[in-house]
């Protein structure tokens, strides 16, 4: 089964043509990085034009690519929410009006969803002989969820964030160091020490619950900044080593955060796995530690299986089509859809 796989929910435009839930025929994201960095962030009113530009020459390439014509797709997929909506309204329209043309089957996918899906692209999750249940972490510039996997399509939402998403976090904090959009992969790249002169920042934890809270830790780094002078912008800069220890510091404060609710949930539901997912996945070093600490095996899809792309929507969608007889015309865009 070929499934057209469509995401646009919030500044990538990407398609990709997924076979049998796993095999990869094609993946292209159309990155709008350069749009939005000059503001420091994502301005939805671009995402959404630069979406209309992208989406027909990205879906044309996509079929291109897989080596086939729309004529052999068996159904077209397409992220419905939860996201910018201005984003989402392009994608959805787009796939409504493609599976009009076309008589295709076309249905909705829940963003998040995909993102847990990315691990069974390319065979990753067959291949690692796990079973559920499993716990899934999904850390994103939007997201930051455990998610109990009890079966295919079978949820159980145990925490997220109670203020900003991780990977808003990392956004931020970039910001507060100079640093270019996205923040993830700068302070990454930034965070090249193993050990730093300057004490650790918080792990912030919220009583009697598994949730995260990661407001209080972009304070800390805020507070510090200001004392030591660089925070805010213009008075002077941090110095190459105060960006170098700063940015390991507050990455590895976020990773150990992420860690420690992840185990403690894999343990308390006695889960037989680990899968990673979302932007901050591709984090190397949160990549390294949760499987070094990590009493179970993690599964961690590739870094372009984790930020946003079309393979993960086509993944689920094979899951979720067995379910959905015909199209569903009255999709629409639901910026906060939830996962159950
Ligand atoms: O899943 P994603 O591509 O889009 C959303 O659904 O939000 O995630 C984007 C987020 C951004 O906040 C970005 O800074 C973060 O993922 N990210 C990273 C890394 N690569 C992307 N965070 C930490 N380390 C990275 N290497
Ligand atoms: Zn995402």
Redesign the pocket.
């Known amino acids: 089964m070929k499934i057209l796989g469509i995401e646009t929910?919030?500044d990538?435009t990407a398609a990709a043509v997924i076979e049998n839930g796993s095999k990869v025929l094609s993946n292209l994201v159309a990155s709008q990085t350069d749009m939005h960095e000059r503001y420091g962030g994502i301005i939805p009113e671009i995402a959404s034009r630069e979406h209309l530009n992208s989406i027909i020459p990205i879906i044309n390439k996509a079929i291109d690519d897989a080596g086939i014509s729309h004529k052999d797709l068996d159904a077209i997929a397409v992220t419905n929410g939860p996201?910018l909506s201005g984003s989402l309204l392009i994608g959805v329209n787009v796939a409504k009006s493609l599976g009009f043309a076309w008589n295709k089957k076309v249905f909705g996918v829940n963003?998040l969803e995909g993102?847990i899906y990315s691990a069974w692209l390319e065979n990753l999750f067959k291949d690692s002989k796990l079973d559920f249940p499993l716990a899934c972490l999904i850390a994103?510039?939007?997201?930051t969820d455990l998610i109990i996997m009890n079966g295919h399509l079978d949820y159980n939402v145990i925490a997220r964030t109670r203020d900003d998403?991780?990977?808003?976090a990392?956004?931020k904090v970039?910001r507060v160091l100079g640093l270019g959009f996205?923040?993830?992969?700068e302070?990454?790249k930034a965070a090249t020490v193993n050990k730093t002169s300057i004490p650790p920042f918080p792990r912030p934890e919220i009583k009697d619950s598994m949730d995260f809270s990661f407001s209080g830790l972009k304070t800390a780094v805020v507070r510090r900044a200001e004392l030591d002078g660089f925070y805010p912008e213009g008075k002077t800069y941090p110095t190459p080593k105060q960006v170098r220890e700063y940015a390991f510091e507050f990455?590895d404060a976020v990773v150990d955060c992420l860690i420690d609710r992840t185990i403690k949930s894999t343990n308390l539901y006695k889960c037989n796995g680990i899968i990673l997912g979302?932007?901050?996945a591709?984090?190397?070093h949160?990549r390294s530690k949760m499987s070094e600490k990590s009493p179970v095996p993690v599964v961690i899809p590739k870094i372009s299986f984790?930020?946003?792309n079309g393979a993960m929507i086509g993944a689920a969608a094979y899951f979720r089509s067995k379910e959905i007889a015909t199209s569903n015309w009255d999709m629409d865009a639901i910026p906060n859809l939830p996962l159950i």
């Open positions: 929910s919030c990538d996201g963003h993102h994103s510039g939007g997201h998403a991780a990977g808003e990392f956004d970039a996205p923040g993830g992969p302070i990454q990455q979302g932007g901050v591709a984090n190397s949160l984790c930020t946003d």
